[in-house]
């Protein structure tokens, strides 16, 4: 580790193995969520199919957020085109199912790829605004294409018996969901420890010092916006035939707040911060909705003080408590966005 | 930083926290939940002793308690329970349990409230403001095969090319109240050009086309189209934008559009007459139009000054109770209610969901708002009042001056040729 010219194909980094504890974990809450529908009501089965769809889309927004530091606001477009991909592909031009999950991916990765070149110039809070813009874009296109998607009424009748495994109706569509994000989340954490998902966490935590490097950061930025969108389409199109209906909030900028909201409650530093986050808001949404009228007030209120408290999501808290909280080397989130380089590699000689 | 070790133990100790965070925010609301005393989210309004053989009825309120529409659905749920209230919680001797869900103006919450509504055992649902919600859990309601009562959503395919067996509605249709206004405006009123006004979405595309259909068949001439977005804050650019070449305007703008549009409108003195869809001058909104609104002409299957012993009732009573004006939503909650009394009334035997149905298709009742059925599509057919805003000891009201009884969501048309020609959202922007 003396040289400064990091060569990544030679070194064993620990940051490149699986971490086999994740890969146990995440093998035994499958595993939990596959039993849910023997066990529970439908009404639970529908809940817990949100949130693991949600679960897909929050991982794949991730490799943005958390990995290359970029905050988009607009990631309901490469969300919503799944959707709408599956929607009109299936209700609309009558597609087969193999057709719809290949175009939905496709169109996602395509404005992803958009989204990241347009975006290549901007930082921060500019970039936040350049993805809202063309999220807007899409959104409104959606919203007055009437003849084609049936503007704010949406499409309905969307057929989820096409993707189904092991059952009928909601618990077949519910196993062949959780099938397929749990494929999608294993290639996306594949793709976080593979070089080029290191290199775009390296350009998350400081461009310019891998621009001094050699590195092509613009094009390691575009990646990161193509995998995201790809995945977050195909957890659109799942979103779609889960509720059998696609309609311009599935391409709200609602919906991109949501999606930052789990990251950052849960932790964005971490692969699976994000799906803290969507157990903690879903969940929430859920029970206090179960309470009182007044629930967007108390979870309102719940994220102000979660955000001011716990600045690195729960995950990122939990660690600091874990680690000790008074080690100043750690990275903490805050330092990453103030572009100062991480400890760790500061410290090396 | 993906790969550092410990992650799982501080996964499993994330869980743990969610956990307390829900609990935390759950003791939050306890005392929010005591403040609004709501007769409907307890079963203990009804009396202690039910009829022994009629079984008890469970009705599911699926309305936007939160969010832009929160008044709209607050107004019906008022409506049903009110009535409810004042037979002591039984309906045609049975005990009528009411639980009430948020949809939160968002479809994924709307299908969990659905799913969960029918999981309880509900024998009917009523409610949904936002017909894109509607659309989004029709498919799960045509399944489960529960009745399902539309209080508000107005898309036409709903009880028209996507009419379901189990699903009615007797609020209107988008273009169902516009139409009569058609040729009242041309015919009655003499206004030969006219211009459209409107908000820049289905429920606008369609009320529009509507009218401009039955106005262009009863020989006038729709000289312009102006559609602006949900919340536009200021109309003045959309206002100075109208045609001298139109006699007349017609409005569709409800909500809190209604009130800056017209607001705009008499800030720039346009001169032409206003005449418009009934939503624009919704009660819920006339008394903060007040003289903005004078002389304005709509059209709608309900006014609070509908001169009839039954209106007068449901009135006093909503008002005396909740302290607010009626609305035409209130009177929906109320008439629902009464579906369902004369729906369980005309039952003999056991209540099904597959009896309730079939009953609910066939009532007669005379609602605050006159007689009201349903046709074949489950879509009721009711008289549309033309009304005309004017002040009336010092309370600005929607004054009945004419009316078209039995008006179908087809008006004088034929519904098969009807439903073949061109989706009417489809045709906005094509009137001019």
Redesign the interface.
């Known amino acids: 580790m003396s040289s400064t010219t990091p060569d990544l194909r030679r070194q064993p980094d ?6 086999l ?2 890969v ?2 995440a093998v035994a809450v499958v595993v939990a969520l596959a039993v849910v529908p023997f066990v529970a ?3 639970v089965v ?2 817990v199919l ?1 949130m693991v769809v949600l679960g897909l889309f929050a991982l794949a927004f991730n490799v943005v957020f958390g990995a290359a530091d970029m905050p988009s606001l607009g990631h309901a477009a490469l969300f919503g085109v799944g959707s709408y991909a599956c929607g009109l592909g299936l209700v609309r031009w009558g597609w087969g199912i193999g057709t719809v999950v290949v175009a939905a991916v496709a169109v996602g990765t395509l404005l992803g790829i958009l989204m990241g070149i347009a975006t290549l110039r901007t930082q921060g809070i500019y970039l936040l605004l350049l993805t809202l813009a063309i999220a807007q874009a899409v959104w409104g296109l959606a ?1 007055q294409q ?2 084609l998607t ?5 499409i ?2 969307i057929d989820r018996g096409l993707l189904t495994l092991g059952g009928d109706g909601l618990v077949g569509f519910y196993w062949a969901a959780l099938a397929v994000v749990t494929v999608a989340a294993a290639l996306l ?1 594949a793709f ?2 593979s070089i080029v998902g290191t290199v775009v ?1 390296a350009v998350g935590m400081s461009p310019s010092r891998l621009r001094a490097l050699g590195f092509a950061v613009g094009s390691y930025r575009v990646t990161a916006f193509a995998v995201s969108g790809a995945f977050s389409a195909l957890a659109g199109m799942l979103m779609a035939m889960a ?3 696609v ?3 599935n391409l709200a900028w609602q919906l991109s707040a949501e999606v930052m909201l789990f990251a950052i409650l ?2 964005a ?5 994000p799906l ?1 986050g969507v ?2 808001v879903a ?7 179960d ?9 309102g ?2 994220y102000v003080v ?1 955000l001011l408290f716990l600045p690195d999501g ?2 990122g ?3 600091q ?2 680690d000790g909280r008074d080690d100043p080397d750690r ?1 903490t989130r805050a330092s990453r966005v103030g572009r100062s380089l991480p400890p760790a590699v500061e410290a090396e000689p | ?15 743990v ?2 956990l307390a ?2 609990t ?3 003791a ?3 005392v ?2 005591e403040e ?1 005393a ?1 007769p409907a989210t307890d079963a203990s309004a009804a009396p202690d002793d039910p009829d022994a053989d009629a079984q008890p009825i469970t009705v599911g309120l699926v309305n936007p ?3 832009p529409f929160a008044a709209l659905g607050e107004d019906v749920n008022d409506g049903f329970r009110l009535y409810l209230d004042q037979h002591d919680g039984m309906l045609a001797g049975h005990e009528v349990v009411v639980e009430t869900e ?1 949809t ?1 103006n ?4 709307a ?2 409230a659905v ?2 509504l029918t ?1 309880d055992g509900v024998d009917l649902l009523a409610g949904f403001v936002n ?2 919600v509607t ?2 859990v ?3 309601i045509v399944d489960s095969g529960v009745p399902l009562v539309i209080t508000t959503a107005g ?1 036409d ?1 709903l009880t028209q090319r ?1 009419a379901a067996d189990n699903i009615f509605r007797l609020s209107y249709t988008s273009s169902q109240d516009a139409m009569p206004l058609g040729e009242y405006a041309c015919t009655e009123l003499g206004h030969e050009t006219m211009a459209i006004i409107g908000l820049d ?2 429920f606008g ?1 369609e009320a529009a086309s509507g009218f401009a259909t039955a106005y262009e068949d009863a020989g006038c001439d729709v000289v312009q189209e102006i559609y602006a977005a949900l919340g536009t804050s200021d109309w003045a650019p959309f206002v100075q934008q109208i045609d001298d070449r139109a006699a007349a305007v017609w409005a569709v703008a409800p909500g809190s559009d209604g009130i800056r549009l017209l607001q705009a409108y008499r800030d720039f003195g346009v001169s032409q007459p206003l005449i418009g869809h009934g939503s624009t001058t919704d009660e819920q909104i006339l008394s903060e139009q007040q003289a903005t609104a004078d002389g304005v002409v709509t059209s709608l299957h309900y006014s609070a000054a509908i001169d009839s012993d039954d209106n007068r009732a449901f009135v006093t009573a909503f008002e005396d109770e909740t302290g607010r004006s009626v609305s035409q939503y209130a009177e929906h909650g109320w008439a629902t209610a009464q579906v369902l009394e004369a729906a369980l009334e005309s039952i003999d035997g056991e209540v099904t969901r597959e009896t309730l149905v079939e009953a609910i298709g066939g009532v007669e009742i005379d609602a605050p708002r006159g007689p009201l059925r349903f046709d074949e599509y489950g879509q009721a057919i009711y008289t549309v009042y033309v009304r005309r805003v004017a002040e009336v000891d010092g309370t600005w009201v929607n004054e009945v001056v004419d009316s078209y009884p039995d008006t179908s969501q087809f008006w004088t048309y034929d519904p098969e040729e009807f439903m073949a020609g061109t989706p009417l ?2 045709l ?1 922007g094509t009137w001019d």
């Open positions: 620990p940051r490149r193995q699986p971490d504890r994740l146990a974990l009501s439908t009404y529908t809940v949100r919203f009437v003849r049936g503007g704010d009424n949406g309905a009748g954490y976080r420890i966490e509720t059998r209906f309609g311009p909030e849960g932790g530093a971490s692969f699976a911060g803290v157990v903690l969940g929430a949404e859920v029970v206090v909705s309470w009182t009228d007044r629930w967007p007030t108390v979870l209120l719940l979660t729960v995950v808290w939990l660690s408590w874990r990275p | 930083m993906i790969a550092r070790p410990h992650r799982p133990v501080r996964l499993g100790l994330a869980l926290v969610s965070l829900v935390a925010a759950c939050g609301s306890a929010q939940d609004p709501d308690l939160t969010g948020d939160a968002d479809v994924a919450t299908q969990e799913t969960k999981e017909s894109g659309y989004g029709a498919a799960d898309a395919d996507d979405y289905a595309w959202a489809e906005h």
